[in-house]
């Protein structure tokens, strides 16, 4: 068995913000999951193991509060709790599509995920699972062995260093807040962006992006 990660990009997906006794919900929804057809990886799952899988995976973690996921692309097989930046709060079969939506915590790696939807960064979300695969004319389908680990990690599009770069600059507590990465680092961030030059900024932003996610 190898563990097998699929994107699903960004406008498959809708960033909700509710208010509740004056406090901010933050929620992502949308398509988590997909079947019966050739995905960007060469991949494809069967509907109806799919199904039967996020079945069992609704009763086993979602439906008793213990569905997580995590922020970045963990490369192991099971879940972080120390990484943790939301939980699964339903998935349901549309046709050939899975449709999740998870609420982003309170934790270290949640409050990263609003600080970067609140300075306009685009996220995605990235299946996570355990499972072999089998080459049938030209495509590698997902057996019935496949374990989910999650349906969703949450992962960065092109934008986000620029929110966070934007977060740096402006001093948002969001972006060194709980001790996940030192004061001192943010203020050698800030001196970086601000010795690099215009036409070099777009590539620094992204290598500085990179080195933060490195140190979560």
């Known amino acids: 068995m190898k563990l097998i990660k699929e994107l699903i990009e960004e406008e498959n997906l809708q960033f909700i913000t509710e208010e509740k006794d004056g406090e901010k919900r933050y929620y992502i929804e949308g398509v988590f999951m997909q079947a019966d057809v050739k995905n960007k990886n060469g991949r494809m799952y069967g509907s109806n193991m799919l199904a039967e899988k996020v079945e069992e995976y609704s009763k086993n973690f979602i439906e008793k509060n213990r ?3 995590e922020l970045g692309h963990p490369s192991n097989p099971s879940i972080n709790l120390e990484r943790v930046s939301h939980r699964i709060i339903s998935l349901r079969r549309d046709g050939s599509n899975f449709v999740g939506k998870a609420q982003v915590s309170s934790t270290p790696y949640g409050n990263i995920v609003k600080g970067l939807l609140e300075d306009g960064g685009k996220l995605g ?3 996570r699972g355990l499972g072999s695969l089998m080459k049938e004319n ?5 057996q019935s062995d496949f374990l989910i680990v999650t349906p969703a990690d949450i992962v960065a599009d092109p934008s986000a260093p ?3 770069v934007e977060g740096i600059m402006e001093g948002r507590e969001w972006v060194w807040d709980n001790g996940i ?3 001192k ?4 961030y800030k001196e970086i962006v601000e ?3 215009s036409k070099d900024l777009k590539l620094m932003k992204l290598k500085l992006f990179e080195d933060f996610l490195s140190k979560l």
Do not use: M, N, P, Q
């Open 125 to 127: 979300v990235s299946s």
């Open 185 to 188: 680092t943010v203020e050698d």
């Open 181 to 183: 990465i030192r004061e």
């Open 67 to 69: 569905a997580y996921g």
């Open 195 to 197: 010795k690099t030059s």
């Open 138 to 142: 030209g495509i590698l389908k997902v």
């Open 162 to 164: 620029d929110a966070f």
